[in-house]
């Protein structure tokens, strides 16, 4: 009696990894780290290292909203009789004084002011924001090379697995 020629049984076909969470962490990093590269460009535009924010002599005209004790929102004018807001601590405004003439630096889009002290685009904020930055550009490497090693292995798993094929021999017979 003669045995029929039977294929080795190969398995099934290994599953795809989960790369779902080190792909959310990936997108979420690349979306902090463009938010954070764009609000490192304001700063730099505002302190005047690169151009479009130029400075600019305005007043301080009267009080907006007050936040709280120490901080309010103040309008000013320039000298064309535009409008403008900006952030002042109360140490700050008495330094400068209603109606007095002060330098500041304006995003046009946004109608804003700052003085060169504002804590927006102080020295310690413009630290913390290159660490967090290259925080985020971490986040992005490592989960980016997480998805890429899972993925590559899994690959080298599918390509042993499609190796263990039957013959065209065996195919031939059934």
């Known amino acids: 009696m003669s045995i029929p020629y039977r294929e080795r049984w190969r398995g099934p076909r290994p599953q795809r990894p989960g790369i779902t969470l080190a792909a959310l962490v990936f997108l979420g990093s690349a979306a902090l780290c463009a938010f954070t590269s764009h609000k490192l460009a304001v700063m730099s535009r505002l302190r005047g290292w690169t151009p479009g924010a130029p400075q600019r002599v305005m007043t301080v005209e ?27 601590t109360a140490e700050q405004l008495d330094r400068i004084g209603y109606h007095q003439p002060v330098a500041v630096r304006c995003l046009d889009d ?34 980016g090379l997480r998805v890429g ?8 798993e599918v390509r042993s697995w499609e190796k263990q094929a039957p013959s065209p021999v065996a195919q031939m017979t059934h």
């Open 62 to 88: 009267h009080i907006l909203r007050r936040f709280n004790a120490s901080m309010g929102e103040y309008q000013l004018v320039d000298a064309s009789g535009g409008t403008w807001k900006m952030q002042l």
């Open 110 to 143: 946004e109608r804003e002011c700052f003085v060169p002290d504002s804590v927006y685009i102080s020295d310690g904020n413009f630290g913390f924001d290159h660490a967090l930055r290259a925080l985020e550009s971490l986040g992005m490497l490592a989960s």
């Open 149 to 156: 090693w899972r993925l590559r292995a899994w690959r080298r």
